[in-house]
């Protein structure tokens, strides 16, 4: 079996959309168009050369739910990350490095 890459990529990110859609805690998607955000997204797997960097699409749409019990998690791979890429050093902190110990924080821009 011959697996190509970014097809793969794409299935993941199809499967991340409908799970999220079929099973969010609140039936509404809480007012989020969630069509609209997997269209947003997708043209990026155009775009993408690495399992890192389908991560990073994946925790940006999931973060377009503001639920703060969404994520990736990975199984046999390695994620060196522990937040989010949006989260730069010129405008945050990852966490647990912020001043005081606090847990450090982002906000990914929207347009």
Known sequence: MT?????????????????????????DMAGVDWATMGDRYRPLLDR???TDDLFD????????MGSSHTGVLTFGGAVTR???RACS????????????G???SCRASRR
């Open 3 to 27: 697996v190509t890459p970014a097809d793969e990529w794409r299935q993941m990110y199809d499967e991340t959309w409908r799970l999220m859609r079929d099973n969010f805690w609140r039936a």
């Open 82 to 84: 522990r937040w989010p």
């Open 48 to 50: 993408i050369g690495g």
């Open 57 to 64: 699409v994946l925790w940006e749409l999931q973060g377009e």
């Open 102 to 104: 606090s847990r450090g």
């Open 89 to 100: 050093a010129a405008t945050s902190s990852p966490p647990g490095t912020a001043p005081g």
